[in-house]
């Protein structure tokens, strides 16, 4: 099983600032089998970018994925508001189990 | 537009069943893989089961192997998943999800969840 790790647990910016969210995978993961998702509270998870570079239909070009082998970063380049939430790393890669991380908490500073 | 719509959740006591629901519309269902993933209260995601477009290849947990059966009624356009031998870390919201369709399993649209909570 490929086990997603997540750091940090939580970061606390403000809006304006860059955010750099690490995923960082127990082994290699192909880049097209790693996904990020954004979770508010009260609401279901949206996919953000998959792939691990490629935005989903309708995200901001804020939004930027990247990453290889087993480290995999998601970046908000400037946080709005709405920005501020759970954020998961995702991966399969056609063996079973799909796996996600612990998740991220971007929080308001 | 892209609509899932779980249903079938509650509260039953350990050991007992559930059926939940997944109706979906404004896709071709066929053409998908569809995948049930569940979050307990305060907690990440786990996916729990995955079925693909034609219902030939099914995946599960090993979590809840041999307890929780993943179907889906192309004619009714419909995902099922059916819990037996509930426990009581099994209580979480369950969404169905939808996969995007691109190399990997990655899921574009997702339900809004329904509870399911064991306790006795």
Redesign the interface.
């Given at each position: 099983e490929i086990v997603l790790t997540q750091s940090p647990g939580t970061l606390s910016l403000s809006p304006g600032e860059r955010a750099t969210l690490s995923c960082r995978a127990s082994q290699s993961v192909s880049s097209s089998y790693l996904a990020w998702y954004q979770q508010k509270p009260g609401q279901a998870p949206r996919l953000l970018i998959y792939g691990a570079s490629s935005r989903a239909t309708g995200i901001p070009d804020r939004f930027s994925g990247s990453g290889s082998g087993t480290d995999f970063t998601l970046t908000i380049s400037r946080l709005e508001p709405e920005d501020f939430a759970v954020y998961y790393c995702q991966q399969y890669g056609g063996s079973p189990p799909l796996t996600f991380g612990g998740g991220t908490k971007v929080e308001i500073k | 537009q892209v609509q899932l719509v779980e249903s079938g959740g509650g509260s039953v006591k350990p050991g007992g069943s559930l059926r939940l629901s997944c109706a979906a519309s404004g896709f071709t269902f066929s053409d998908y893989y569809m995948?049930w993933i569940r979050q307990a209260p305060g907690k990440?995601?786990?996916?729990v089961s995955?079925i693909s477009n034609s219902g030939t290849t099914i995946?599960?947990?090993?979590s809840v192997k041999g307890r929780f059966t993943i179907s889906r009624d192309i004619a009714k356009n419909s995902l099922y998943l059916q819990m037996n031998s509930l426990r009581a870390e099994d209580t979480a919201v369950y969404?169905c999800a939808r996969d995007?369709v691109?190399?990997?399993?990655?899921?574009?649209n997702?339900?809004?969840?329904t509870l399911v909570t064991v306790s006795s």
């Open positions: - | 995948a990440g995601l786990e996916w995955f995946y599960y947990a090993d969404y995007i691109a190399p990997g399993l990655f899921f574009d997702w339900g809004q969840g």
